[in-house]
Structure formats: structure tokens, C-alpha cells
């Protein structure tokens, strides 16, 4: 069965900062995933998501992610944090039929 | 592309009433999935359909959840009869054919029951 487990449930780093985001997987199948972003009263917005191919993944507002199968990680990364970037990030993983599992997510927390 | 469309937006009701929520999925998509959101237990999903049948109804907590999705662009959550603890904002999301299953998500229901 799959599963995800999101390290640390609230991040917090200086605006300009490295972000990093903790994603660890587990699959018996070559794994889909995806990290959302969910800014207040809002929903779910996707990122970036890996399916096949290249291991690093650039998805939007500069974050990019790396699949790394031997340490069933998935990572989020950004160079510099911004204000803008506060809110609450969740992995993902593809499940059985078309359902995705979500982690418990984590806040990101930006301040200047 | 309108997107995944809720509605209401808010929902106040009392305790015992009976709540209805409503989702238009992305046209096209033939996956719907109803997650309730809330502090203590974060996203839970409730329900899928695939081309409009309930698959994995597990995360239903009770039988005074039910489902229905009577067409390809129409489904609604109903809460029969609700209680405070069902306070919580509820998201609708659709997603196309597999196998990447991306899913877009509507901007919540937020109900709160008195």
C-alpha cells in the first residue's frame, strides 16, 4: 500500500532563505507525486508533480522537487523564501485507482 | 476553464438541520473526490466517484454522511442530521483519465455547525 509521511509539521525559515520541505514515500509501484500548496481560505493548488522521466522536477513560483528512489524521498526545495510563500504545503502519492494519498502537510512559515 | 465550482461558499447551520453541499467537477474529468479538512485531523478523503460511481466510500465517518453524483458534472455531499463536530471545510476535486491523476481542487465549503 502507499503512503507518505511528511517530516516536521511546521517549517519556518527567514524571507531569503533555503526552503526545504521533507517527503519520504512508500510504494510498491513506481510512484506518481506531487506536492500541493494550500494559502489560506483557499484550496489546493498543484506545484509539481514527478510521473516518469527526469528526477528533478521545476514546478511554480520557482520551488522544484527531486524524486530520489533509493531514499523514496521527495523532497520540495526553493533558493529563496518569500513572504509569499507562507502556507501549508502536502505530498502526495498516487494510491489505488485514481485517488491520491495526501500527507498530514506542513506550514511553511516566512518571516522578514 | 471555470474550474471546480462549489457551492455555498458558508454554511451556518443548527445542530439536527440538514446540510447539502454541491460540486460542478471540471468538464471532461471523470474522477470526483470529496475531502473534509479541518485542525485536529487535517485532509481526510471522504469519498471518490470514477464516470459516476461511488468507489472507495471508507472515509464516510457515518451513516449520516451520504453521496451521490448523478451525472458527470453534478455532485452533491449531504450531512443528515449534522452536529458541531462536523464543523469543518469540505473541498470537492476532479481529476482526468489516469494515469497521472492530477487533481484540481474547488475553493471549500466552509460549515459550521451551531
Known amino acids: 500500500a502507499q503512503s507518505v509521511t511528511q517530516l516536521g509539521s511546521h517549517v519556518s525559515v527567514s524571507e531569503g532563505a533555503l526552503v526545504l520541505l521533507r517527503c519520504n514515500y512508500s510504494?510498491?509501484?513506481?510512484?506518481?507525486l506531487f506536492w500541493y500548496v494550500q494559502y489560506p481560505n483557499q484550496g489546493l493548488q498543484l506545484l509539481l508533480k514527478?510521473?516518469?522521466?527526469?528526477?528533478l522536477v521545476k514546478g511554480i513560483n520557482g520551488f522544484e522537487a527531486e524524486f530520489k528512489k533509493s531514499e523514496t524521498s521527495f523532497h520540495l526545495t526553493k533558493p529563496s523564501a518569500h513572504m509569499s510563500d507562507a502556507a501549508e504545503y502536502f505530498c502526495?502519492?498516487?494510491?489505488?485507482?485514481?485517488?491520491?494519498?495526501f500527507g498530514k502537510g506542513t506550514t511553511l512559515s516566512v518571516s522578514s | 476553464d471555470a474550474g471546480v465550482i462549489q457551492s455555498p461558499r458558508h454554511e451556518v447551520t443548527e445542530m439536527g438541520q440538514e446540510v447539502t453541499l454541491r460540486c460542478k467537477p471540471i468538464?471532461?474529468?471523470?474522477?470526483l473526490f470529496w475531502y473534509r479538512q479541518t485542525m485536529m485531523r487535517g485532509l481526510e478523503l471522504l469519498i471518490y466517484?470514477?464516470?459516476?460511481?461511488?468507489?472507495?466510500d471508507s472515509g464516510m465517518p457515518e451513516d449520516r454522511f451520504s453521496a451521490k453524483m448523478p451525472n458527470a458534472s453534478f455532485s452533491t455531499l449531504k450531512i443528515q442530521p449534522s452536529e458541531p463536530r462536523d464543523s469543518a471545510v469540505y473541498f470537492c476535486?476532479?481529476?482526468?483519465?489516469?494515469?497521472?491523476?492530477?487533481?484540481?481542487f474547488g475553493p471549500g465549503t466552509r460549515l459550521t455547525v451551531l
Open positions: 476535486a476532479s481529476s482526468g483519465r489516469a494515469p497521472y491523476n492530477e487533481q484540481f
Open positions: 502526495a502519492v498516487e494510491g489505488a485507482g485514481t485517488a491520491l494519498i
Open positions: 466517484f470514477n464516470n459516476n460511481v461511488p468507489i472507495d
Open positions: 468538464s471532461g474529468h471523470n474522477s
Open positions: 514527478y510521473t516518469t522521466g527526469a528526477t
Open positions: 510504494s510498491s509501484v513506481p510512484p506518481y
